[in-house]
């Protein structure tokens, strides 16, 4: 059992950047990766990056890359997501989602941030 909690969401202005935490509890110790995903209001919810917990293997959507950046924090059982050149299009509630040793597949989610850009 691992349950999440995001936290940074916040309304920003086209071009600024907002850091997305997710707090990570319980059977932290049968994590296989984590990753991030978002919903924008009557679209289907996408990939937006994943990082696996044990091995470093970052990867992104092509709509994201090079603007926002994975990380994570083992010890303190935190992935976070900095969002840099942040754009409109960027609007939309962002999930933390857990890929379980134990349940294999992104089953374990939070209960999202909202993340609103201004142009």
């Known amino acids: 059992q691992v349950q999440l909690a995001e936290s940074g969401g916040g309304l920003v202005q086209a071009g600024g950047s907002l850091r997305l935490s997710c707090a990570a509890s319980?059977?932290?110790?049968?994590?296989?990766?984590m990753g991030w995903f978002r919903q924008a209001p009557g679209k289907e919810r996408e990939f937006v990056a994943r990082?696996?917990?044990?091995?470093?293997?970052?990867y992104y959507a092509d709509s994201v890359k090079g603007r926002f950046t994975i990380s994570r924090d083992n010890a303190a059982n935190t992935v976070y997501l900095q969002m840099n050149s942040l754009k409109p299009e960027d609007t939309a509630t962002y999930y933390c989602?857990?890929?379980?040793?134990?349940?294999?597949?992104?089953?374990?989610w939070g209960q999202g941030t909202q993340v609103t850009v201004s142009s």
């Open positions: 319980g059977r932290t110790f049968n994590i296989y990766g």
């Open positions: 989602a857990a890929d379980l040793y134990g349940s294999r597949g992104w089953g374990t």
């Open positions: 990082i696996g917990w044990s091995g470093d293997n970052p």
